[in-house]
């Protein structure tokens, strides 16, 4: 399994950077965790759209689902000019208005989900663990036919459960949006304190720091979590890949 961090940064895009998007891919079979601003774009640089069939979105705000309207209608035109032959399968949390535009959009197909769903997809087991934040979000676990597991936080302030949740991951992609001393909680967010516990708390082999600040040193947080004792911590970045 191999992930691709389309995208990474909180709240708005940088020129040629995107917000939330992350390619994991396996033996051909491909899915896409959220679709912020920028990601059907630069998701492009990595594989054909139409190659691309199932899209899991962690929850509604801007930065992590505005492009799903690129997608959806992306499939309807490429199904239209013979270049797309499935349906593009869309999970998110249950909403009816969102459902609503998917299932109104042809060739697409909307899944709801909550924290007690599961989802076999190729070669991938997806499962799903509900954060703080303020709109229902969910972190997701992604263990492929190996047993090979990354859990990508998505947007959350602190909680014990998201720690066991990704108890011994292979990969802990964590929000990291607030400096060491900054109260991220108010904002339903982690500081890099917080990402640094809770990687510490899930054993994580390997811990990516994501959704990252526009202000400061991001070198910064990197400083914190290894401070704090983890060895194998990188910041994200656009166009890295993870190998699983």
Same mark, same amino acid.
């Given at each position: 399994?191999?992930?691709?961090?389309?995208?990474?940064?909180?709240?708005?895009?940088?020129?040629?950077?995107?917000?939330?998007?992350?390619?994991?891919?396996?033996?051909?079979?491909?899915?896409?965790?959220?679709?912020?601003?920028?990601?059907?774009?630069?998701?492009?640089?990595?594989?054909?759209? &139409?190659?691309?069939?199932?899209?899991?979105?962690?929850?509604?705000?801007?930065?992590?689902?505005?492009?799903?309207?690129?997608?959806?209608?992306?499939?309807?035109?490429?199904? @239209?000019?013979?270049?797309?032959?499935?349906?593009?399968?869309?999970?998110?949390?249950?909403?009816?208005?969102?459902?609503?535009?998917?299932?109104?959009? &042809?060739?697409?197909?909307?899944?709801? @989900?909550?924290?007690?769903?599961?989802?076999?997809?190729?070669?991938?087991?997806?499962?799903?663990?509900?954060?703080?934040?303020?709109?229902?979000?969910?972190?997701?676990?992604?263990?492929?036919?190996?047993?090979?597991?990354?859990?990508?936080?998505?947007?959350?302030?602190?909680?014990?459960?998201?720690?066991?949740?990704?108890?011994?991951?292979?990969?802990?992609?964590?929000?990291?949006?607030?400096?060491?001393?900054?109260?991220?909680?108010?904002?339903?967010?982690?500081?890099?304190?917080?990402?640094?516990?809770?990687?510490?708390?899930?054993?994580?082999?390997?811990?990516?720091?994501?959704?990252?600040?526009? @202000?400061?040193?991001?070198?910064?947080?990197?400083?914190?979590?290894?401070?704090?004792?983890?060895?194998?911590?990188?910041?994200?970045?656009?166009?890295?890949?993870?190998?699983?």
């Amino acid at each position: 399994m191999k992930c691709t961090i389309v995208g990474m940064w909180g709240g708005f895009p940088k020129k040629n950077e995107p917000t939330s998007g992350y390619l994991v891919e396996k033996d051909g079979f491909a899915i896409l965790l959220d679709a912020g601003s920028g990601v059907a774009a630069h998701v492009q640089n990595y594989i054909e759209l &139409n190659e691309l069939n199932h899209l899991f979105l962690s929850h509604y705000h801007y930065d992590h689902s505005v492009d799903l309207g690129a997608f959806m209608f992306g499939r309807m035109i490429g199904t @239209y000019i013979d270049q797309a032959d499935e349906r593009l399968h869309i999970y998110g949390p249950a909403d009816n208005d969102i459902a609503r535009q998917v299932e109104d959009t &042809n060739f697409n197909k909307f899944h709801a @989900y909550n924290k007690n769903s599961t989802f076999n997809v190729g070669p991938f087991t997806v499962t799903f663990h509900k954060n703080t934040h303020p709109v229902e979000t969910y972190a997701m676990k992604i263990v492929d036919d190996e047993e090979k597991t990354l859990v990508y936080t998505a947007d959350t302030s602190y909680k014990k459960s998201l720690s066991k949740f990704a108890e011994n991951a292979d990969v802990l992609i964590t929000e990291c949006s607030h400096y060491e001393g900054e109260d991220a909680k108010r904002l339903g967010h982690l500081n890099a304190e917080e990402a640094a516990l809770l990687a510490e708390e899930s054993q994580a082999k390997r811990t990516i720091l994501s959704h990252l600040p526009h @202000y400061g040193n991001t070198e910064e947080l990197l400083q914190t979590a290894k401070s704090a004792g983890l060895k194998d911590v990188t910041l994200a970045e656009t166009g890295m890949v993870i190998q699983i």
